[in-house]
């Protein structure tokens, strides 16, 4: 039986979600389909294009994100000191980016204001809309339904693009963090589908690495920290850098299949989040296979349970071997 999404997602614990959405029968409809033969490859930019809008509208950041043949990958933070900060007006409008809204929603953006009796339903409606603009669910509804009804539109067709439900893994800490940015980084890499990063297209790395050939980050990524002075404010925890630099290696190892590289090796980020050579190369390797549920330390995982009310720790011996 599916876990409950409020069993998954838990903003007391942490932010930061990895979800992951495939095609039905995980075929090839983002792809190389090799019933139809035809090259679908082009919908992996539309997903990737939504994603990008999407980011820009709620109050979610991309940490990290892979457009695959047939399932898609995403590390998000949830920013909800934001929606609370923003005004109504300024609600209404990002919601209307998305959807239709309603009557009322409309009038209030064009004049300003509503008539008094209906204030309010306006700022009932408000609320709803200030929520949804920091819920994975709806973020995720609104990327992949858009993308449905395009495919089917192409192919002539209806019925299910996508598997009904996503699945959502909660971020624990900033060593399940890295590693799980590193596993949907080097997604392209372990598939065999590119030898370098710069060959990873429709991947967050592919976008960081470009923008470093200028000194920047990409405005439509959740952005590293650059120093001291960020560190309280919305960054990745990491330089990006180093974490460009630790990617860049384990991929290289990936593809060469050497285990051994990284031995005399040293990243501030494995010092910094406390995982060893072989633990990491397993965790951006085989996360999946490891973890099903919510990624961390043993401590993080406990805590975890108690804010969900869960009485059983999953995947807390792997969890105890990998992270220590």
Same mark, same amino acid.
């Given at each position: 039986?599916?876990?409950?999404?409020?069993?998954?997602?838990?903003?007391?614990?942490?932010?930061?979600?990895?979800?992951?959405?495939?095609?039905?029968?995980?075929?090839?409809?983002?792809?190389?389909?090799?019933?139809?033969?035809?090259?679908?490859?082009?919908?992996?930019?539309?997903?990737?294009?939504?994603?990008?809008?999407?980011?820009?509208?709620?109050?979610?950041?991309?940490?990290?994100?892979?457009?695959?043949?047939?399932?898609?990958?995403?590390?998000?933070?949830?920013?909800?000191?934001?929606?609370?900060?923003?005004?109504?007006?300024?609600?209404?409008?990002?919601?209307?980016?998305?959807?239709?809204?309603?009557?009322?929603?409309?009038?209030?953006?064009? @004049?300003? #204001?509503?008539? +008094?009796? /209906?204030?309010?339903?306006?700022?009932?409606? !408000? &609320?709803?809309?200030?929520? =949804?603009?920091?819920?994975?669910?709806?973020?995720?509804?609104?990327?992949?339904?858009?993308?449905?009804?395009?495919?089917?539109?192409?192919?002539?067709?209806?019925?299910?693009?996508?598997?009904?439900?996503?699945?959502?893994?909660?971020?624990?800490?900033?060593?399940?963090?890295?590693?799980?940015?590193?596993?949907?980084?080097?997604?392209?890499?372990?598939?065999?589908? @590119?030898? #370098?990063?710069? +060959?990873? /297209?429709?991947?967050?790395?592919?976008?960081? !690495? &470009?923008?470093?050939?200028? =000194?920047?980050?990409?405005?439509?990524?959740?952005?590293?920290?650059?120093?001291?002075?960020?560190?309280?404010?919305?960054?990745?925890?990491?330089?990006?850098?180093?974490?460009?630099?630790?990617?860049?290696?384990?991929?290289?190892?990936?593809?060469?299949?050497?285990?051994?590289?990284?031995?005399?090796?040293?990243?501030?980020?494995?010092?910094?989040?406390?995982?060893?050579?072989?633990?990491?190369?397993?965790?951006?390797?085989?996360?999946?296979?490891?973890?099903?549920?919510?990624?961390?330390?043993?401590?993080?995982?406990?805590?975890?349970?108690?804010?969900?009310?869960?009485?059983?720790?999953?995947?807390?011996?792997?969890?105890?071997?990998?992270?220590?």
């Amino acid at each position: 039986m599916p876990t409950p999404r409020c069993q998954q997602i838990s903003l007391h614990a942490t932010p930061y979600y990895h979800c992951v959405s495939r095609c039905v029968r995980r075929a090839f409809l983002c792809g190389w389909d090799h019933y139809s033969k035809k090259n679908f490859d082009h919908r992996r930019e539309w997903i990737e294009q939504r994603l990008l809008f999407l980011a820009q509208v709620f109050c979610i950041d991309v940490c990290a994100y892979a457009v695959m043949s047939n399932h898609c990958h995403v590390v998000l933070h949830i920013d909800k000191e934001k929606a609370l900060t923003l005004s109504d007006i300024e609600v209404v409008e990002r919601w209307h980016k998305v959807c239709k809204g309603t009557l009322i929603t409309k009038e209030f953006v064009s @004049a300003g #204001t509503v008539r +008094e009796f /209906i204030q309010p339903t306006l700022a009932n409606t !408000v &609320k709803v809309y200030r929520k =949804r603009l920091f819920d994975i669910s709806w973020f995720m509804r609104l990327l992949n339904e858009p993308i449905a009804r395009m495919a089917n539109e192409e192919d002539e067709c209806t019925g299910k693009f996508w598997e009904s439900r996503f699945r959502s893994q909660a971020l624990l800490d900033d060593a399940a963090l890295a590693a799980c940015m590193a596993y949907v980084d080097l997604n392209p890499i372990r598939a065999g589908k @590119a030898d #370098t990063l710069q +060959e990873s /297209i429709h991947t967050s790395i592919h976008l960081r !690495v &470009k923008a470093a050939i200028s =000194r920047k980050q990409p405005d439509s990524l959740m952005k590293f920290s650059e120093g001291d002075d960020n560190e309280k404010l919305n960054y990745l925890p990491f330089r990006v850098n180093d974490y460009l630099e630790l990617v860049d290696m384990t991929g290289r190892a990936i593809k060469d299949n050497c285990s051994g590289f990284i031995q005399d090796y040293q990243n501030s980020i494995l010092s910094q989040v406390n995982l060893n050579e072989n633990s990491w190369l397993i965790l951006v390797t085989k996360l999946e296979y490891y973890f099903s549920g919510a990624i961390g330390q043993c401590q993080s995982i406990s805590e975890f349970c108690g804010i969900i009310d869960k009485h059983r720790r999953t995947h807390f011996h792997i969890s105890k071997r990998l992270f220590g």
